[in-house]
């Protein structure tokens, strides 16, 4: 049964620069310590061995050495970070919408317009697909060794599209640029919440929202002569293989099996681990999905066997995945089987219902990044009459509206009221209704009230990426490269699939309305990269864009009523002194509580039926949630609402929250 405790200050302002600073870890175990000894000597006549004199006794207001020097890695491991890793972040996203602006350039260039959407589908089928099976690799060879491998995959990727002769040796650096974009973004958001604290966590990535807010927008901006556009990530990959080298390579976590100084021998030991039936199920599912969907409506009819046999085979293995990972649990068929195989993305991840909310979250995040950058780009060409240049500058309006977004979320993480509920919440309203009245403007061919919705749909994006990834480790900080792997598959696979639906809407509509003759092999479908024919009938695209716009809105609105549902993760709760964890403070950074029943219910039981009042004169007695108060001593007025069940699960470290299941 849920119960809520309610804490309610009423000191003044004016006794609060009277009250003495808490106790950190360090003074807290040095007067102990110091206590037991000056028994020890009373009781001996002589002091103890191993006296603490070098913890010399600090006064209220200053800090202690030990707090200082923490502090100080702290801020050396943030820098190296942001050093570190903000380039190729940026690289991961840029990559996507480089080539944005020059598809149709380059299909002309190999003379294969018909084939012209498959510059986009190897890029996006490979770096979903191949999205968890990083998250496994990090875990069991460690992060560097990973990150530097899908560095080293997007450099030679880039390389073979610059040097391009052949469509084939196009298609296959485009393909080993999906596989290294997937291996950067996932282990990049796995290293920024590795080793500090949710508060921690929440402000690196808030910074690399941003960071990646620019990469997607810059993209189709300096995307110009197609070579040049794969020529840009070259030098910026070289880069980022030296500064990860010399910044990182100490301070990432090491494998589980393969670690600093192992030997090559030990590598198929860590190999053996590996869950390659997973592995081959989720890849071929996914692939084959995508696949089907791409091609269907614009290059083949959806009821064709072209369409019908990779979407029912991907279907059938993307359900015997989970099935395969159900019977890999501990004690399962194929645990007993395969007993050194760890599943890739456990069954067991899914027991948290909020897991399944927050990957439609991330899903529906997908859908309405990937159809602003795409469709939105394609009405200013063939509707407003753009070059491709200025409708790349037009969506530069993207910009702001997610820097407010991140802004926001970084305010709500951190500052107030320090939970991931309502960043996410307010993010899948703005959402739904920016890429409602996007339709709209549409339709109106307004073009400023378009940009403007690009902006609010912008913050909505930006205000669900940090708190998602955030809400995430709070609810699986033990399993935070499986949990990670899972959401960051759910984002590009929704922004995918979103095109898919957007595609066929567009084709099909368009194709009603104009007497244009489609490519071959689409019936009355257009392809819209075909910027040529489809300027002829604007009015037509319109429509069509408009009713591509209206096709996902339901998607958007599922997301809305998930996370309606969801629990809630309140980041820095001021916790007990048990230490410092590995790159931060703990006394500063505190720990989070979980609630992992849904959050509007439970605000709904405390509001019918608020038990007795404790004040913060009661802060030194034990609550019933079996954990002792530590409140600021005489803060100014406010109210702490904690929701628990009993009994909280237990953690396996002090850096982890607290989780609190239903």
Known sequence: ?????????????????????????????WYQLESRNREDSESLGRPRSGSTKE??????????????EQKHNARVYRVKLIVGLTLPFTLSTLDLTIVATATSTIASHFNQFDELNWI????????????????????????????QTALFLMLIGSVLCAAAQTWGMLLLGRALQGIGSAGLNNIIMIVLADKVSLKENARNKSLFTIFGGVGYAVGPVIGGNWRYCFVVPI???????????????NDLVEGTMFKKGSRWSSILPALATIDLGGSVLFISGVGLIILATTWGGATYPWSSPQVLAPLIIGAICFI????????????????????RHVAMLPYSLFERRDTIWLAIVNFSTGVASYSIFYFVSIYYILVAGYSASKAGLDLLYYIPGLGAGGYLAIYFCNGFPRQTFYPLLLGAVLSTVGLSVVAYAISTQKTSLLSGM?????????????????????????RIAPAMSLMQ????????????IMTSVFNNKFGRSSAITGLEGTGSSLNVHDTNSARQRPMAAKDAIMWAFISIIPIIGLSLITTTIMGNVWVNVRAKNDGAHAGGNNTEDGRSEVIHVPYLWALAKVTSSLPSFHTRD??????????????????QAHLIIIITTTPPTPQHHINTPDSIDP
């Open 489 to 500: 598959v759910s984002l590009p696979f929704g922004g995918t699939l979103g095109l898919t």
């Open 1 to 29: 049964m849920i119960k809520a405790y309610k804490y309610v200050s009423q000191k003044t302002k004016d006794s609060k620069s009277l009250a003495p600073k808490p106790l950190c870890a360090h003074r807290s175990q």
């Open 618 to 635: 009661d802060a030194n007695k034990p609550n019933p949630t079996g954990h002792h108060n530590h409140p600021q001593a005489h803060q």
């Open 55 to 68: 913890l010399s006794p600090t006064t209220d207001i200053e800090e202690c050495r030990l707090c200082k």
């Open 454 to 478: 690009v902006v609010i749909t912008g913050a909505g994006v930006g205000l669900r990426l940090m708190p998602s990834s955030l809400h995430t480790v709070g609810i699986w900080p033990e």
């Open 320 to 339: 015997a995945f989970f099935v395969y990972e159900y019977l890999l649990e501990p004690g399962k068929l194929f645990a007993r089987i395969f007993p």
């Open 120 to 147: 986009i589908t190897a890029f996006s089928l490979t770096s979903t697909t191949f999205i968890p099976i990083f998250g496994q690799l990090a875990d069991v060879f460690g992060r560097h060794i990973i990150l």
């Open 235 to 249: 030098p910026i990959a070289i880069l980022s293989h030296i500064m990860i080298f010399v910044l990182l390579r």
